[in-house]
């Protein structure tokens, strides 16, 4: 085995190649190019002979197309490539690549190489998908990873010869047009899943998942509380504990205008007349408390569309009385102020992952009146259906979205009996059941997927993917 002598770090040892390859440095085999940005004023959006790419668009694929392009003082100032250059980032995320099937032009976190005529673009490009490892090796030891120009040029790269290049590249190709098309089978039924689970919601609060409580009494021959009756009870005991300064103020009556009509024994009722409701605390560094502490608290990223998400849960310190005001209680339902758009109205059910939590501002909670009504139901509304409510009602700025309390209060829940309630919990909860399952199978495969494709990329570059080269060939 030919071996030419370059700079490898030591954590990345030299594999064995083919007697007939060698190792030699990328400067060895092409041009090297670190990427520019041309002023800001000469981006705009793609329309553009010559895209400009930025690390986002790198993403192991060919490259024909990006979000800016440049104009055509843009295009003088900039760093153009011809097509079958090969693009890898270099800063931040690094090992990312990308194939330039025509001109192109790329930023400063970006490092890119123009094959010579020894080596095809193709072989180039999947190699360079590679090398994270060597990057990541050979980085600058900051927060932010950075390889430069100097380091770039004196990555290791096994040289083959022309023609076992050729049917390497072929090779990969094929095997991965087969794993390509496996994954997009994949992803589609991941894509039916989500459409299944819409359905199975669209079906529960429509009173169409399971058998109503007004059919099945009529059947058995019984009476039964329909959701208006359960309303009064809710009033009842939202009357006992009324809290509030002043006089008690009696329900506002559920605006029903433009809302479908409800199954038999369901009812329409205003957020505000099932739940109370209470926005979090503010983040006030300036707050000067004696009784304040350290106490976790909810952020609107915690509080996802359908489950919370607690991988990292901050704490802030706030005083003992907000504490109490606060705290959240099993069963208490979560709402989204607000963000970008799609944040509006989003969220879950407190289900006490924590022995004790608070909810930030921009965080608002309702806490049932009456347990007789499945908090889990009334949030599938709101993360399903109550989305295009609240992005009607949200106010919008420049930047951001919101709903405030009083559109929140207003938000308009049907209401079904409680026995129904709760078969249709169970049959939601038992056939999301199965669908984290097969999702879970999904997930899986596709992992196994990025795996097999990792390993087919090792075959090819220790000369492992094809058959011994026949003698006498190139």
Not at 12 to 29: A, M, Q, T
Not at 174 to 188: G, I, M, P, T
Request: glycine share 8%; hydrophobic share 40%; aromatic share 8%.
């Amino acid at each position: 085995m030919s071996v030419k002598e370059i700079e490898l770090p030591e954590t990345l040892p030299r594999w064995d190649i083919p007697s007939n390859w060698e190792w030699v440095s990328l400067s060895d085999v092409g041009q090297l190019i670190t990427g520019n940005t041309p002023p800001t004023k000469e981006l705009d959006n793609y329309g553009h002979e010559i895209p400009f790419v930025k690390p986002p668009e790198l993403i192991d694929r060919t490259i024909y197309f990006a979000a800016h392009g440049l104009s055509t003082k843009g295009m003088k100032a900039a760093r153009v490539l011809p097509e079958g250059a090969v693009l890898v980032s270099c800063i931040g995320g690094l090992g990312k690549t990308g194939l330039a099937k025509k001109t192109i032009a790329f930023n400063q976190q970006i490092n890119a190489i123009v094959f010579n005529e020894g080596v095809i673009p193709e072989f180039g490009f999947y190699y360079a998908q590679t090398l994270k490892p060597w990057l990541y090796s050979v980085s600058s030891a900051t927060t932010l990873p950075i390889v430069n120009k100097g380091k770039f040029q004196r990555a290791p790269f096994p040289l083959a010869p022309l023609e076992q290049q050729k049917r390497i590249v072929a090779e990969i190709e094929k095997q991965f047009s087969r794993l390509d098309e496996a994954v997009a089978n994949l992803r589609r039924v991941k894509a039916n899943l989500k459409r299944y689970k819409a359905a199975v919601l669209k079906a529960a609060v429509e009173g169409r998942l399971v058998e109503t409580e007004a059919e099945r009494a009529r059947r058995e021959g019984r009476d039964y509380e329909t959701g208006a009756q359960l309303l009064q009870r809710i009033f009842e005991s939202r009357r006992k504990q009324w809290k509030g300064n002043g006089k008690y103020k009696e329900p506002v009556e559920t605006d029903t205008t433009g809302l479908p009509v409800l199954p038999e024994g369901w009812v329409w009722a205003r957020l505000d007349t099932i739940a109370a409701l209470k926005g979090g605390i503010t983040v006030d560094r300036k707050r000067k408390d004696s009784t304040a502490r350290l106490v976790p608290y909810l952020r609107v990223a915690n509080v996802q569309r359908g489950y919370l998400d607690l991988t990292e849960v901050k704490l802030i310190d706030a005083p003992a009385s907000v504490i109490e005001a606060l705290l959240l209680q099993l069963g208490d339902i979560l709402f989204n102020e607000g963000g970008d758009r799609d944040k509006l109205g989003r969220g879950w059910v407190w289900e006490s992952q924590l022995p004790e939590c608070i909810h930030q501002n921009h965080v608002f909670r309702g806490r049932l009146f009456l347990n007789d009504v499945s908090p889990k139901l009334l949030s599938w509304w709101g993360n399903s259906f109550g989305k295009e409510y609240f992005l009607r009602e949200g106010k919008q700025t420049t930047n951001l979205a919101s709903i405030n309390l009083t559109k929140l209060s207003a938000f308009p829940v049907p209401l079904s009996p409680n026995e129904e309630q709760k078969r249709i919990v169970t049959e939601v909860d038992r056939r999301f059941s199965i669908f984290r399952e097969v999702e879970a199978q999904v997930d899986d495969n596709l992992k196994r997927a990025e795996r097999l494709r990792q390993s087919i990329l090792s075959k090819a570059f220790t000369g492992q993917l094809i058959e011994p080269i026949a003698l006498g060939e190139e």
